[in-house]
């Protein structure tokens, strides 16, 4: 549980502006108590290459590094908000959250705000009464150093400003957000962890009771938000300490609404109010949808792009050509991979959690569904829709994949039969989809 509410306040932290930029600051803070430790100890004026001007110079070399760093930062800060405006209107305002996430614009925005303090502090240290007087001239220098790394992070951020908000780059991003789902959410080796044992049926009665309906207690939730996270191992513990199974009702990504059913436990006579509450605390809620649990979330994001790529007002079939292309690499993944389970088993080989699985016709429907639906006449488009099929289908021979792959290109075919005008577009689809037909009798 401790991991799992870890994982999420990183995730929020890494997707916020101020983290990062506030960390280097503080860092900067620290830099500047140890170089005027530094320099009260050791007097650096004689050395060639350490700053050696009186504090009127040395002032006024700090006040036009300052000040520079206030200007510079207000300008890559208006900088960024464009780049996000711009992210917002072409690819959906659901991908603000990844361009939120960059590490590289936190980077420079810290960068010049920890100079900017750095030259501040370092700034008012400076002292020339007559009978006293002291100047920092190895932190002075180092200002001066941490200057010219601002003038190289401004050029880094003026290349990397105008590369975030290209269609390839963004296309990328949420690609290794689907790709690195895949490999933590259906790990090749999946039922080998001995944390728990997982079967393939929910159906059996030597592992249903037959009054778990009747006889269950509802966990609800105690306040709207999108199921982001629920802790399985710690719901296993729970199940086996208390000696009850709990059956999931929701899974990551769904909306909850105040009071619904979480989760059902039974039997009833064993929940109380501190089991409910405990239980409870195991789903994470937040106010939007996450990719640490939901493989749905970066196939919504992808195909959000390809659907304003498609549409009348963009009409922009490139985009959804590649688009496609980055959902078919994550789908030859998927079917690859063994899904997990619906029934959490102990290490006692009792049953201990039922969740509410993911299945791979959901994410074939996800992927490319809506797609289809809006495709109008997009010729290219269809039949790169329809070589992505043909390619899932080289990579599997389960039978069942193969009849969703085949009732998606019957999809695709008589959607386009209706809507292509001409009849020459048609025949290059109609060849398209014969191939799919072959690939699939090729690999049963």
Not at 80 to 96: C, D, H, K, M, Y
Not at 255 to 282: C, E, G, R, W, Y
Request: glycine letters at 4%.
């Amino acid at each position: 549980m401790k991991n799992i509410k870890l994982n999420k306040l990183w995730d929020a932290l890494h997707s916020s502006y101020w983290f990062l930029p506030s960390v280097m600051v503080t860092l900067g803070i620290c830099l500047v108590i140890i170089m005027l430790f530094i320099d009260h100890q050791v007097n650096f004026s004689s050395i060639g290459l350490i700053y050696s001007g009186d504090a009127e110079g040395a002032r006024g070399v700090l006040s036009v590094i300052a000040s520079s760093m206030v200007s510079v930062t207000a300008t890559a800060f208006s900088i960024t908000i464009v780049a996000l405006q711009l992210a917002s209107r072409n690819f959906g305002p659901r991908l603000l959250r990844n361009f939120m996430r960059d590490t590289g614009n936190q980077i420079v925005l810290g960068s010049f705000l920890s100079t900017f303090i750095y030259s501040l502090l370092i700034l008012r240290s400076i002292y020339d009464k007559e009978d006293d007087l002291f100047i920092p001239n190895l932190s002075i220098t180092v200002g001066i150093l941490l200057s010219l790394v601002s003038i190289g992070v401004l050029i880094y951020f003026i290349h990397h400003a105008s590369t975030i908000i290209q269609s390839s780059h963004v296309l990328e991003s949420v690609s290794q957000d689907l790709y690195e789902s895949i490999n933590r959410l259906f790990p090749e080796k999946i039922g080998h962890d001995q944390k728990y044992i997982q079967h393939n049926s929910i159906n059996s009665d030597r592992d249903i009771n037959i009054d778990f309906n009747s006889q269950s207690f509802p966990v609800t939730a105690n306040k709207n938000g999108y199921l982001q996270l629920i802790d399985d191992d710690r719901l296993i513990k729970i199940a086996r300490d208390y000696q009850i199974i709990i059956y999931i009702q929701a899974k990551p990504g769904e909306f909850i609404i105040s009071d619904s059913v979480l989760a059902v436990v039974f039997p009833a006579d064993k929940v109380n109010h501190k089991l409910s509450t405990i239980i409870q605390k195991i789903f994470i809620l937040g106010k939007e949808r996450t990719n640490q649990q939901d493989i749905e979330f970066p196939i919504l994001q992808l195909v959000e792009i390809a659907l304003r790529a498609i549409s009348p007002a963009v009409n922009d079939p490139f985009t959804a050509i590649y688009v496609i292309d980055r959902l078919c690499a994550g789908l030859c993944q998927l079917v690859q991979r063994e899904f997990p389970s619906a029934c959490r088993y102990d290490q006692d080989h009792k049953l201990r959690v039922i969740v509410k699985p993911v299945s791979f016709a959901k994410l074939l429907n996800d992927a490319f569904e809506q797609i289809r639906q809006n495709l109008h006449s997009q010729t290219a488009v269809t039949i790169h829709l329809l070589e992505a099929i043909a390619t899932i289908a080289s990579f599997t021979q389960n039978s069942h994949y193969h009849a969703l792959l085949r009732h998606h290109a019957d999809m695709i075919k008589n959607s386009s039969q209706k809507s292509l005008p001409a009849s020459e577009d048609f025949k290059n689809v109609q060849q398209s989809y014969d191939c799919v037909i072959q690939t699939l009798s090729e690999n049963l």
